[in-house]
């Protein structure tokens, strides 16, 4: 079955409003990463963890192994930030992703 | 920085029909991936490469042949296009595997008539 359960599907946001993207995993992960994926189809890397949070802006990231689990928060959000957020995880040797959010932010 | 160069951006084919995509890539990386991604989903691995010469089946290996020239270049074969296969395809790679941040490129795009 699915390992990367990815919630919400899509999530629609006011620009300056904030809100969390969670991926539970029903494995033990040793790592997750974070893509969002633009218009043109483009993924960028926006986080790497092997534990505890980061910060990078208005985007922060939390992996929590033990419980399974890994968050990415967004906060101010700007038009900009529209696209779809992946993360992916891997146990061993693979890398396993998300379905994935679609966020549309509006004026 | 480096770049992941993928080609051709949209490739158009028959059912039945031999088809080859190709990606280089200047980071100096260890590893490489493909990815299929179809309409609205996520990605899934079909095969990846941990140095030059090597090959590693992922998920989704049936029906695609793969080969690392040499470091910098990974190239996807699908050995007969069929039309539920259209799809993005993403090349990646990384400096030394999964447990490294992973760097795509922009896709190609096959549609199969």
């Known amino acids: 079955g699915d390992q990367v359960e990815q919630s919400p599907s899509a999530l629609s946001l006011h620009e300056g409003t904030g809100s969390a993207l969670r991926c539970n995993f029903t494995t033990t992960m040793r790592a997750v990463q974070w893509f969002q994926q633009n218009s043109r189809g483009s993924l960028i890397n926006l986080f790497y963890?092997?534990?505890g949070t980061k910060e990078n802006g208005r985007l922060k990231s939390t992996f929590n192994s033990k419980e399974s689990y890994s968050t990415l928060h967004i906060r101010d959000a700007q038009l900009e930030d529209s696209g779809t957020y992946f993360c992916a995880a891997n146990a061993g040797a693979k890398l396993t992703f998300g379905g994935g959010t679609r966020l549309t932010v509006r004026p | 920085g480096g770049i992941i160069t993928q080609t051709p951006k949209f490739l158009i084919g028959q059912e039945g029909q031999k088809l080859t995509l190709k990606c280089q890539q200047n980071?100096?990386?260890?590893?490489m991936y493909w990815y299929r991604q179809d309409s609205g989903k996520g990605l899934r691995l079909i095969y990846y490469?941990?140095?030059?010469?090597?090959?590693q089946k992922g998920d989704l290996s049936e029906g695609y042949d793969a080969s690392r020239e040499k470091k910098s270049s990974f190239s996807l074969t699908v050995t007969s296009a069929q039309k539920n296969e259209m799809a993005v395809f993403l090349c990646?790679?990384?400096?030394?595997?999964?447990?490294?941040?992973?760097?795509f490129g922009s896709g190609t795009r096959l549609t199969v008539l």
């Open positions: 963890l092997a534990s």
């Open positions: 490469s941990i140095t030059e010469n090597d090959l």
């Open positions: 980071f100096n990386h260890d590893t």
């Open positions: 990646a790679s990384s400096i030394s595997g999964v447990a490294e941040t992973l760097y």
